[in-house]
């Protein structure tokens, strides 16, 4: 099978399954965590502030739902081959995130306490949030596409043909030795760090590249760097390097732990040109959260800019960051 464009009855019975399993679990969680956001703002919680806290909870895990019918759908019928798979993945996606932000739309309408000038900007926060969810998913997807186009099953649909093996021993000797020779060499050959790299080559990122280093640029006008992680690979590419004056050692920065709820990161060395001041390297550790902004503990000494670490992006399995001068 080349590409899959439909869900057997079989394979979507089998998934319903395990999502209602996952569903469980994330409900769970997640009421959880509105419980205790709730007990923690107490009689905050009809301001602006304490509902903006609310709908970031419950976007999570509008996302956290999506994300978990996306990974169930490619653990039974495995990643996309094409745009076709895709647009299947997401088709059921976004009938996830509109069902439930439909929902708490409603609730937001019908919530007495909401003020009422505050209830539009809600509404705009869930369905901004329902489209960067979607958006994300399937950058994620055809970054797959990109890793799958080179697979066996490229491979072996280009260069061979069932009417020219059908009856032929030697697909049941040579193919077999064929398959094993091109998953080893494709063993060997792939990089770790593939997957962060092809979404920064993507055409989702290129498409907005330059409104976000515009953006960078006007929010860290003394320079910034974008860099990428996952749980053991930091990567970083210099045509997204536009701290001019510094120079930064990426050489002993390492991942010391990522996990669901926060980063642990130790932060590279850091030469400041101009005053030939250095930044040692140190350990930053901040909640694993889009937006989330810290400026580090120690500066170049009577400079007036600090250097910033934000999260621009977080994948699931990689996170776009950056280190910015203010």
Not at 120 to 140: L, P, T, V, W, Y
Request: hydrophobic content about 40%; aromatic content about 10%; some cysteine.
């Amino acid at each position: 099978m080349f590409s899959r464009v439909t869900i057997s009855q079989k394979d979507e019975k089998h998934i319903g399954l395990k999502f209602e399993k996952r569903r469980t679990r994330i409900d769970a969680e997640y009421n959880t965590k509105l419980l205790e956001k709730q007990t923690e703002l107490g009689n905050r919680i009809h301001g602006g502030c304490g509902q903006n806290e609310l709908i970031r909870i419950k976007t999570e895990k509008v996302m956290k739902l999506a994300e978990a019918w996306s990974d169930i759908y490619r653990e039974v019928c495995g990643n996309p081959a094409n745009e076709k798979d895709v647009n299947v993945i997401i088709e059921r996606v976004k009938q996830i995130v509109d069902s439930h932000m439909k929902s708490l739309i409603s609730n937001v309408e019908n919530n007495t306490t909401i003020p009422a000038n505050f209830k539009q900007a809600c509404q705009e926060q869930f369905i901004a949030g329902g489209m960067s969810i979607i958006s994300n998913i399937k950058s994620d997807l055809e970054i797959c596409v990109m890793e799958n186009k080179f697979t066996l099953r490229k491979i072996i649909g280009r260069s061979f043909t069932i009417k020219f093996f059908k009856h032929s021993i030697f697909i049941y000797i040579v193919a077999p030795i064929i398959v094993f020779l091109i998953i080893s060499n494709c063993n060997k050959t792939k990089s770790p760090n593939v997957t962060i790299n092809n979404y920064f080559e993507s055409s989702f990122f290129i498409s907005k590249k330059q409104e976000l280093t515009l953006n960078l640029r006007q929010k860290y006008p003394f320079g910034f760097v974008i860099f990428s992680v996952d749980d053991k690979n930091i990567v970083t590419l210099n045509n997204l390097n536009f701290a001019q004056d510094f120079d930064i050692d990426w050489v002993n920065t390492k991942i010391k732990q990522l996990t669901n709820n926060r980063i642990e990161i130790l932060i590279p060395k850091i030469f400041y040109k101009p005053q030939r001041v250095t930044i040692q390297k140190f350990t930053m550790i901040i909640p694993r959260k889009v937006g989330y902004k810290k400026v580090f503990p120690i500066s170049f000494g009577s400079q007036k800019f600090k250097p910033i670490f934000e999260v621009l992006e977080d994948h699931s399995k990689f996170l776009i960051l950056v280190i910015g001068f203010k």
